[in-house]
């Protein structure tokens, strides 16, 4: 059972081109002097877009969340239900991850596509991936228990889709899901809240709230 996400730091690296000075060997008479090579322009790293503070998450009764800071790349495990999703294939990854001294833990990945009809593509995967998570869990896990929940869409730039997901293992904690989907033109962004318990444990409207936050944040 996914109870847990453990996030490591990858650090993009800005590659630069740096100008070769020419040595100019004499001349025959009327020979000119071929030009130098131009400098290349250093590559520009691709601007990270707005990230959810960690007073955006729901509130965690008796303790506080921290946030790590914003990342370039994927978490070093993709968040639960979107494993098959994320990595997407082109564009640009950030991740920032969240936690609790409890058992309450959240993770947002946000994708920016090279255009929009990608990030299109890309929410929709998502939706698809999280609405069937609990029946392919089920598959891969006999034995254990599912269940899910649409929440809805909400009204947020160009739209978000909230989900809940419960698993449960015999002999074992079950867990319960949060997870939200949406975009703002190229950028797509998934926000997962998870903790110990079953999906009546989860606080749906105060994580709508966070989702519309996340989306209006993107840019």
Do not use: I
């Amino acid at each position: 059972m996914n109870l847990t996400t453990r996030v490591n730091r990858r650090t993009a690296a800005l590659l630069g081109a740096a100008a070769v000075g020419a040595l100019l060997a004499p001349l025959a008479p009327g020979a000119q002097a071929a030009p130098a090579p131009a400098a290349k322009a250093p590559a520009v790293r691709a601007a990270a877009p707005g990230f959810l503070a960690p007073a955006d998450l729901p509130p965690a009764p008796r303790t506080a969340w921290t946030g790590g800071r914003v990342t370039a790349g994927m978490p070093e495990w993709s968040p639960f239900c979107l494993e098959d999703v994320l990595p997407p294939k082109g564009g640009a990854t950030w991740h920032r991850r969240f936690g609790t001294d409890l058992d309450t833990w959240a993770v947002q990945v946000s994708v920016t596509a090279p255009n929009t009809a990608d990030a299109r593509r890309l929410a929709a995967a998502g939706e698809r991936a999280v609405a069937g998570c609990a029946a392919d869990w089920l598959r891969r896990t006999p034995g254990g228990t599912a269940s899910w929940a649409d929440h809805g869409r909400l009204a947020v730039e160009e739209g978000a889709h909230v989900y809940g997901v419960h698993t449960s293992v015999p002999d074992a904690d079950s867990g319960v899901h949060l997870v939200g989907v949406g975009r703002d033109g190229r950028t797509v962004t998934f926000v997962q809240w998870a903790r110990m318990g079953d999906l009546t444990d989860a606080p749906v409207a105060a994580f709508e709230r966070t989702t519309a936050k996340a989306v209006g944040k993107l840019h």
